[in-house]
């Protein structure tokens, strides 16, 4: 089965020609349209969109950008490109969001070269803006969609009451329910959203499981407590930022370390964060799951 490559998306196209301007290169409306397996009417598009926000300017038949051009400190090419084409894009909306949109996207690029700084890396999934809108809209509106999902260089065909995207650990997912069963899909491997005519009933109980998932492990099948003791040199960080929404404060141990419970639904949910802040963190309860930590740990020293 055949997918859209890459050069078939725009932001792919503006944003591999405004590297090549900003590299030196002078290019043609044929030039490109060979290479991006377009048309040159749709290149002569792109210029006409990409004139809005780039000094570029035509030299005979040939396009330049300005010389002395350069990109915010600390942004690539394409982060500038879709920055530009969001606050571009808001201008379709009404007065109230184009505002808002106008100052959010100000202040983000304004940080950029601001003394303070902020590590927040998430995946990159520009080249899935037109999936993304789909599902968005197939979620407001509680009815299913279709699509094609990569597993294991396979394709299959799937049907899902979708619920919500979401990013763990910086990766983004779509959650949804599959034949009553809830599922989670890679957000880069799914392809050909259609949304189906076919409405569903959203369940408040998969929205609050969502809403208090730790991690892209979460189950709805299995729910029980977890009591964790934190060593008192790293408690501070628990309390500024809980490990969930469910997190609860017991008290101090006779040494000063902290005790802590929350809710899990799966022993994945727990083992990555335990296994981060070794050795100044113990699972108290269920006592099976410290015994696979030091299980793992066992077979880590022998392996090593």
């Known amino acids: 089965m055949a997918y859209k490559h890459d050069y078939d998306t725009k932001l792919f196209r503006h944003t591999q020609i405004i590297a090549k301007l900003y590299n030196g290169a002078k290019l043609t409306h044929k030039e490109l349209a060979e290479e991006f397996n377009v048309s040159t009417k749709t290149i002569q598009r792109d210029f006409t ?30 982060d500038d ?83 919500k995207i979401v990013n763990f650990d910086s990766f983004w997912y779509l959650v949804g329910k599959r034949k009553g069963n809830l599922r989670r899909y890679y957000l880069q491997n799914i392809f050909d959203v259609t949304i189906e005519d076919t409405k569903f009933r959203k369940s408040t109980k998969v929205e609050k499981l969502i809403h208090n998932a730790i991690n892209i492990w979460f189950d709805e099948n299995n729910s029980f407590e977890v009591k964790l003791l934190i060593h008192k040199s790293i408690a ?50 269920p006592p099976e799951m410290n015994e696979k930590v030091k299980k793992d740990l066992e077979e880590f020293i022998n392996w090593t």
């Open 49 to 78: 969109a990409l004139v809005i926000h780039y000094p570029i300017y035509k030299d005979g038949h040939r396009w330049r950008l300005e010389d002395d051009y350069e990109f915010e400190e600390q942004l690539s090419v394409q």
């Open 81 to 163: 490109l879709t920055l530009k084409l969001l606050l571009q894009a808001s201008k379709s909306f009404d007065k109230s969001f184009q505002n808002s949109s106008a100052k959010l996207l100000s202040r983000i690029s304004e940080n950029i070269s601001s003394p303070i700084y902020t590590k927040i890396e998430l995946e990159n999934i520009s080249n899935k803006l037109n999936e993304v809108s789909l599902i968005e809209e197939a979620i407001n509106q509680s009815r299913q969609i279709s699509f094609t999902y990569l597993k294991e260089n396979d394709y299959f065909e799937i049907l899902i009451d979708p619920y």
């Open 236 to 285: 501070k960080y628990f309390q500024r930022k809980p490990i969930s929404k469910t997190q609860r404060y017991i008290g101090l141990d006779a040494e000063g370390n902290m005790i802590v419970t929350l809710q899990a639904t799966h022993e994945n949910e727990i083992f990555p964060i335990v296994k981060y802040w070794l050795p100044n963190i113990k699972i108290l309860e």
